[in-house]
């Protein structure tokens, strides 16, 4: 008695078929993480770099039994200061690292064209270093070298670790942390703009904002929701309570 043939992928004999639909929901349902994190990382932690840093320096003048106008003019300097301080260094660091890889690609993109054969054969080699067969390693090299625009992104992935077209904006990553950090720093503000003249409206405002950011972290971490919020929140809370210290013993010798 004949078997009607099975839809899908055959196993070994005696053991059933894997059916295609099955293996097409599998391979729907794996799905990774976004490992760099993306736009959503810089951001958040831009924004938690401002609720800190902002939040201690707040608590540390106010520690120092200062006026409440006098809170609220120092925590507007030191986002601006901050704001513009993150913006020049990310301007700088992100458009060095720019400029060095332009630079190697640039030596990458004339070393293809004055030595073809060669940069092949060094392709082919890092193939079969990865336990490609000879041959098969010397037919991909030579496919991929056809198209030269093609041959530099393969080189520049294996050699730089980065592709021609995934360098980052100078511009845009200035811009992300300048907003990210005015938006941070600002959130401890909001209770003596409103009229508040006590610290601890601010604090809570801020510790509240830092548990956020942390809960939103978790998402291109493997940590849960609440470790990450509470890790913040314990992390800036420890950082306004030593900095309002400071200020109480620094504002009692001064005074």
Known sequence: M???PREGVPGAEGTPAVPSALLGR???????????GG???????????GLVSNTALIAGVAGGSVAPATVVLTGLAGL????????????????????????ELEVERRELAGHPEGEQRELADR????????????????????????????????ELGVGPGDLPSPLVAAVS???AFAVGAFLPLIPYLLGSVVLW????????????????????????????????????GTAAALTYGLGTVLGSAIG
């Not at 509240?208 to 929140?233: E, I, N």
């Open 39 to 49: 736009w959503l990382r810089p951001t958040v932690f831009g924004a938690m770099d």
């Open 127 to 158: 193939f079969r270093a990865r336990g490609v067969e000879p041959a098969l390693a010397d037919a991909v090299a030579a496919q991929l070298s056809r198209d030269p625009e093609q041959a530099l992104e393969i080189h520049a992935r294996e």
């Open 26 to 36: 599998h391979r729907d349902n794996h799905r990774h993480r976004d490992v760099n």
């Open 201 to 236: 409206h601010a604090v809570a405002l801020a510790l509240l904002g830092l548990f956020l950011c942390g809960a939103v972290v978790s998402k291109v971490t493997a940590r849960s929701w609440w470790y990450s919020g509470l890790r913040q929140f314990i992390l800036g």
């Open 2 to 4: 004949s078997v009607p």
């Open 177 to 179: 942390s300048f907003a």
């Open 80 to 103: 601006a200061a901050g704001a513009f301080s993150m913006a020049a260094g990310e301007y700088t660091s992100v458009a060095s690292q720019r400029e060095l890889v332009e630079a």
